[in-house]
């Protein structure tokens, strides 16, 4: 079982930068890939990027290459989203999720297991 709880979301300006944090608990953290989602209002949930267990290989999607990175401490069970040159497009909740697996660039929803709360984002214009 893992619990994972976000944070470091709000209201920022466009071109500027935030910092997701996704906490979990439990002692098998190390051994999960790790994924980071979005879903903006009226809006499927998406893939933003993913990391496996050893934070060696990423994934993102081109939505967000380049500007994105995906990276993790295993030492204190977290996973983090930094997001620069922000635009509006990407006011969404963000969820960080957990899979056993890493799929690399296969990325679906359904292959998390554990999802977070998820934590707001919004970039005004």
């Known amino acids: 079982q893992v619990q994972l709880v976000e944070s470091g979301g709000g209201l920022v300006q466009a071109g500027d930068s935030l910092r997701l944090s996704c906490a979990a608990s439990?002692?098998?953290?190390?051994?999960?890939?790790m994924g980071w989602f979005r879903q903006a209002p009226g809006k499927e949930r998406e893939f933003v990027a993913a990391?496996?267990?050893?934070?060696?290989?990423?994934y993102y999607a081109d939505s967000v290459k380049g500007r994105f990175t995906i990276s993790r401490e295993n030492a204190k069970n977290t996973v983090y989203l930094q997001m620069n040159s922000l635009k509006p497009e990407d006011t969404a909740v963000y969820y960080c999720?957990?899979?056993?697996?890493?799929?690399?660039?296969?990325?679906?929803?359904?292959?998390?297991?554990?999802w977070g709360q998820g934590t707001q984002v919004t970039v005004s214009s």
């Open positions: 990391i496996s267990w050893t934070g060696i290989s990423t």
């Open positions: 439990g002692r098998t953290f190390r051994s999960y890939a």
């Open positions: 999720a957990a899979a056993r697996v890493y799929y690399g660039s296969e990325q679906r929803s359904d292959q998390y297991t554990y």
